[in-house]
């Protein structure tokens, strides 16, 4: 990969990944092809914001901030575009939706997963699941990003201890 163009949203999650990710194209010395491809939240037809991107023919686009509603309508049109390179987001996203919306076009999409393969989760991330799945009826990976930051504050507020609930100072 040498050449790469960010897509994002229209607001301050957006413009935050976009930054970042910009930042770190540079860093590693990859060619920005474009950047100025937004759209507004809300959007569903992708295929404006797509065609520009797609005929600069970066090696990958990146969806920045993109949420699990969009992505799959972003990479659906890229795909019908003629895009054929690698597209990624920093941003979790559920595999379910990418299958139902994008189908094959999302076939090597780059994403934060919900976890780990079910083969490799911790014992926590099982109970986790299998706890989600009872109150929620069914998996969704989005859920499965939050099982180790939820575990890990909660473990901080156990080692600061109690006085932390009304004096975050305490930290």
């Known amino acids: 990969v040498k050449t790469v163009s960010f897509v994002s949203w229209n607001g301050v999650g957006g413009t935050a990944n976009l930054e970042a990710g910009l930042d770190a194209a540079k860093k590693v010395g990859l060619e920005v092809i474009s950047s100025d491809a937004v759209y507004e939240l809300g959007t569903t037809d992708f295929f404006p914001v797509m065609g520009s991107v797609v005929q600069g023919k970066p090696d990958l686009i990146v969806l920045s901030g993109v949420s699990p509603a969009e992505a799959p309508l972003l990479i659906r049109a890229a795909r019908e575009l003629g895009y054929q390179g690698i597209m990624s987001t920093e941003t979790a996203q559920d595999a379910k939706v990418l299958e139902e919306v994008a189908g ?3 076939d090597g999409f780059i994403s934060i997963g919900g976890a780990s393969a079910p083969e490799l989760a911790s014992e926590y991330m099982g109970k986790f699941r299998d706890r989600y799945i009872q109150v929620a009826g069914e998996w969704n990976d989005e ?5 180790y930051a939820l575990y890990m504050l909660l473990k901080t507020i156990q080692a600061a201890g ?6 975050v100072e305490a930290f």
Do not use: C
């Open 143 to 147: 859920a499965g990003t939050k099982v």
């Open 162 to 167: 109690p006085a932390v609930i009304d004096d």
């Open 104 to 106: 094959t076009a999302a």
